[in-house]
């Protein structure tokens, strides 16, 4: 406890009450909202911060409480959740309330990268508070449901202390390790896979499109067909892991044949054969790095290799 925050443990202590500790959310756009509904739903005291007092009228009306101050809406929970739009804003608002801090856990679900998360953490080790990174792997509405992902990284004591008022937030509230970039990190692979789901997607229905065929028509098949490759993701997984590629299904070689269909499938009837020249320049890559008898999994080898050290 510090002279800045004389009643720090005792608010860290449950709410007599309503049995669950007091939270504050600094930043209340839709995301914003979101959270702090979550936590008032939840029976948290909960004090909110917005540069525009409107848009907490209505978690006012729920029982929140709305503060003219980011200094005194931190100053008025042990954990301080900011969802604001990107790292400068979050710096912004809390660079100038220096002791403020002392002893608080701050929880920052804003999306960014993995190296400003570590320089975010340094930043708030200097001013006392512990700090961890997060990130939201669900819509809005979906928050405090248990169709929510929330992802955390930092310190395990931090992540322990106020796990009850996170999982408030998401059934799937999931602890990553101490390494304060890996909710970042996890949070663009996912996009990652999102993307090349969807554009794979989207490329398979302009081909059928040209045909006559409509996305709707081919969406069930689609689907199928995202099933089947997300079963095999655990056996490429562990190929990966253990560095070895066995062909269990089929060859690189098999694959580069097919990819040629694709991209001629694609040219002759007029659909744009970026994406899949693309894919199998990368593989052909495979290939004469002396994988075209691997399985398909030695791909990740292609995915390590910096652009800068193929041009």
């Not at 008025?76 to 801090?101: N, Q, R, W």
């Not at 691997?294 to 390590?304: C, D, K, T």
Request: include cysteine.
């Amino acid at each position: 406890m510090t002279a800045a925050n004389p009643t720090l443990k005792d608010q860290i202590m449950q709410n007599p009450d309503t049995g669950r500790a007091p939270v504050t959310v600094i930043g209340l756009g839709l995301m914003g909202q979101a959270l702090a509904g979550a936590f008032l739903r939840e029976g948290h005291p909960t004090t909110v911060w917005n540069r525009t007092a409107a848009k907490a009228e209505h978690l006012v009306a729920r029982g929140a409480t709305f503060t003219d101050s980011v200094g005194d809406a931190v100053a008025a929970s042990p954990l301080v959740v900011v969802c604001v739009s990107d790292y400068d804003a979050v710096h912004e608002l809390l660079d100038p309330l220096g002791e403020v801090l002392d002893g608080r856990v701050v929880v920052n679900l804003t999306s960014g990268t993995s190296r400003v998360a570590r320089e975010t953490a340094e930043w708030a080790a200097k001013r006392g508070a512990d700090y961890l990174d997060g990130a939201i792997l669900a819509v809005p509405q979906a928050i405090g449901t248990a169709d929510a992902i929330i992802l955390y990284s930092g310190p395990r004591s931090a992540f322990d202390l106020h796990e009850p008022a996170l999982r408030s937030l998401a059934a799937g509230t999931t602890y990553l390790g101490e390494d304060h970039g890996l909710s970042s990190l996890y949070d663009v692979a996912v996009l990652s896979l999102m993307w090349n789901i969807l554009n794979g997607f989207l490329q398979a229905a302009a081909l059928l499109g040209a045909a006559g065929v409509d996305a709707a028509t081919f969406a069930p098949m689609a689907k199928t067909g995202i099933g089947i490759v997300a079963d095999w993701v655990a056996a490429y997984a562990q190929q990966i892991d253990d560095g070895t590629y066995a062909a269990l299904d089929s060859t690189i070689d098999t694959h580069v044949a097919a990819m040629e269909h694709l991209v001629h499938e694609s040219e002759a009837l007029g659909v744009n054969a970026e994406l899949p020249r693309f894919i199998k320049a990368l593989t052909d890559r495979a290939v004469a790095g002396g994988h075209g008898g691997s399985g398909y999994a030695a791909m990740i080898e292609q995915f390590r290799t910096p652009s800068e050290v193929r041009s």
